[in-house]
């Protein structure tokens, strides 16, 4: 019965068809869409953790290449990178290195690095962590 009413009433009075634009529809979607991803870009990068200065500096240690040419820069690199990787710990493996690196750093004309000193440095980067 009340099926038959309402065909009745849909009868006298024609359904009405509101039209919808759909450009502010899209812009509005495309708004909030943006706005989302937006707050998730930045919630990410917020919980991002950074490096420490001793992490970066252990990383710039280990690209040292002391494969070629050996010159004071290479030493003067290697010297702060470590210096920064320790945080003013004591390492007597690494005052034992920076004296035996003296002659080799501050003479203009100095010799070519020993090959042992070069192999003690190897070794030194590859045991820190």
């Known amino acids: 019965m009340h099926d038959i009413a309402l065909s009745q009433l849909k009868d006298i009075m024609p359904s009405i068809e509101i039209p919808i634009d759909s450009f502010p529809l899209i812009a509005t979607l495309a708004l ?5 991803a937006a707050l998730l870009l930045r919630r990410y990068r917020k919980n991002r953790t950074k490096p420490t200065p001793q992490t970066e500096a252990l990383h710039l240690l280990r690209q040292l290449d002391f494969q070629g040419e050996v010159d004071r820069e290479l030493l003067y690199q290697f010297t702060l990178y470590t210096y920064t990787y320790l945080n003013d710990r004591e390492d007597l493996e690494f005052e ?34």
Not at 32 to 36: Q, S
Not at 116 to 128: A, E, P, T
Request: proline share 10%; hydrophobic share 40%; aromatic share 8%.
């Open 32 to 36: 909030l869409l943006a706005l989302i």
């Open 96 to 129: 034992r290195i920076q004296q035996a690196l003296l002659p080799y750093k501050y003479h203009p004309d100095a010799p070519p690095v020993e090959r042992v000193l070069i192999q003690k440095i190897r070794s030194y980067i590859r045991g820190c962590s």
